[in-house]
């Protein structure tokens, strides 16, 4: 098993600019969520999916848009980047034990 | 609303020191409570948990217990190695279902 696995690890964007953070878990998993993860902020929560179908917002999700496209997969939209959307970006599952983390997406909008 | 707070960082021990890391909580009802640890440059890994009062949860050596009446659950190890260095983050599942994480403490071990 993988896990849980994001693409792209590391990008740099311009003020502006559009893109798609994707995420997929092959733990059979019905919850995933998104979270973002700053100096002194601890993780904060964007966006999640408690299944299939369904998603809600979190503490932060202005600036963002998610897609949970199937069971696997739960992708996080920026449409138009902001500087203070420069961050880290977790992306988790969650089964009865607790979550499961992806490897992080670091992102700098300059 | 529901909220967790951890003790500042960074931490800084030396080998084999004894480790307490703080975190009180804030929630209405029972939640759970669980330890992440966070290793430079990885994603949050599941430490421990404890679902109900008084519940001790274990793993590598850490432990924390949940303390109703003191809204506590704090992270112990007896004897820390160079090893241990991570952000270890306290965090609560609430009777929402959301995950709230505190602000994470860092910890340093020296040799």
């Known amino acids: 098993n993988a896990g849980v696995t994001q693409t792209p690890k590391f990008q740099v964007l311009k003020t502006g600019q559009s893109m798609t953070l994707q995420c997929a878990q092959d733990?059979?998993?019905?919850?995933m969520y998104w979270y973002r993860q700053d100096p002194g902020m601890g993780l904060r929560l964007i966006y999640y999916?408690?299944?299939?179908?369904?998603?809600d917002k979190g503490e932060v999700p202005n600036g963002y848009n998610v897609s949970r496209l199937n069971k696997r997969e739960f992708s996080l939209r920026l449409e138009s980047a902001a500087p203070s959307q420069t961050s880290v970006y977790f992306c988790?599952?969650?089964?009865?034990?607790?979550?499961?983390f992806g490897p992080g997406t670091r992102l700098t909008v300059l | 609303g529901d909220s967790v707070t951890q003790m500042e960082g960074p931490v800084t021990l030396s080998e084999e020191a004894f480790l307490t890391i703080n975190c009180t909580y804030t929630?209405?009802?029972?939640?759970?409570l669980f330890w992440y640890v966070q290793y430079p440059g990885e994603g949050l890994q599941l430490l421990l948990k404890?679902?109900?009062?008084?519940d001790k949860g274990s793993n590598k050596g850490f432990e924390a217990t949940y303390r109703k009446e003191t809204t506590s659950f704090h992270l112990e190890k007896g004897s820390v190695q160079v090893s241990d260095s991570a952000v270890y983050f306290c965090?609560?599942?609430?009777?929402?279902?959301?995950?709230?994480f505190g602000q994470g403490t860092e910890l340093s071990v020296k040799p």
């Open positions: 404890a679902t109900k009062a008084d």
């Open positions: 733990m059979n998993h019905n919850s």
């Open positions: 999916s408690a299944s299939e179908g369904t998603t």
């Open positions: 988790a599952s969650r089964d009865r034990e607790g979550l499961f």
């Open positions: 929630a209405t009802g029972y939640p759970s």
């Open positions: 965090a609560l599942h609430n009777q929402g279902g959301k995950l709230i």
